[in-house]
Every structure is written in C-alpha cells, then in structure tokens.
C-alpha cells in the first residue's frame, strides 16, 4: 500500500517562502509521476505542480516563476519550493502520485498566507 506523508506547511506571511515535502512508504518514484494540489477553502482541488519519474515538471498559471517541484528518487521524496507567497496561495497542499492509472494521496498540509 502507497502512503505519503506531506510536511512543511505552516503559517507565512506574504512574500514569505515555504518548503513542502512528501514522503512516499514505498519505492515508487522510479516509476511514479507525482504532483501537488491544492484545495481552498470552499473551492475544488486543483493542480500545482507536477513532475514525471523522468524529471519533467509542469505548473499552473498560479505558481509559475514562484513555485519549484523537485524529487528525490533515493529518498522517495518529492518537495514543493513556494517563494513569493500569497494570500490567495492559502490552502490545504496535498501530494500525489499517480501509478499504472491509479492515483494516491496524501492527507494534506495547511499553508497560510497572512496578509
């Protein structure tokens, strides 16, 4: 069974940086590709930041230029750099992974950006 475990949220002010990381149970990231999303309140889940087990990333409009995906293989971790935060960045942050067309998730990290 897939478990990941996100870290790294916490409260920001604007402008401020945060580092998220998630950590796989298993080896997985050698054939995984693996992606952030994000919820607000009252809002649907949406993409951030994606990358492929070959290193290819993708980003929503959001986050281009301020936010950097990065993984780990050997650590079976995946990190999100945020810079340049936001109050509309504010949201609960989940990873993903997406094996053989199934999807796993995490259980989410709360990011607050204050104003």
């Known amino acids: 069974q897939v478990q990941l475990v996100e870290s790294g949220g916490g409260l920001v002010q604007t402008g401020g940086s945060l580092r998220l990381s998630c950590a796989a149970s298993?080896?997985?990231?050698?054939?995984?590709?693996m992606g952030w999303y994000r919820q607000a309140p009252g809002k649907q889940r949406e993409l951030v930041a994606r990358i492929t087990s070959g290193g290819s990333t993708n980003y929503a409009d959001s986050g281009k230029g301020r936010f950097t995906i990065s993984r780990d293989n050997a650590k079976n971790t995946v990190f999100l750099q945020m810079n340049s935060l936001k109050p509309e960045d504010t949201a609960v942050y989940f990873c993903?992974?997406?094996?053989?067309?199934?999807?796993?998730w995490g259980k989410g990290t709360l990011v607050t950006v204050s104003s």
């Open positions: 298993v080896n997985i990231f050698n054939f995984a590709a």
């Open positions: 993903n992974a997406y094996i053989n067309g199934v999807n796993y």
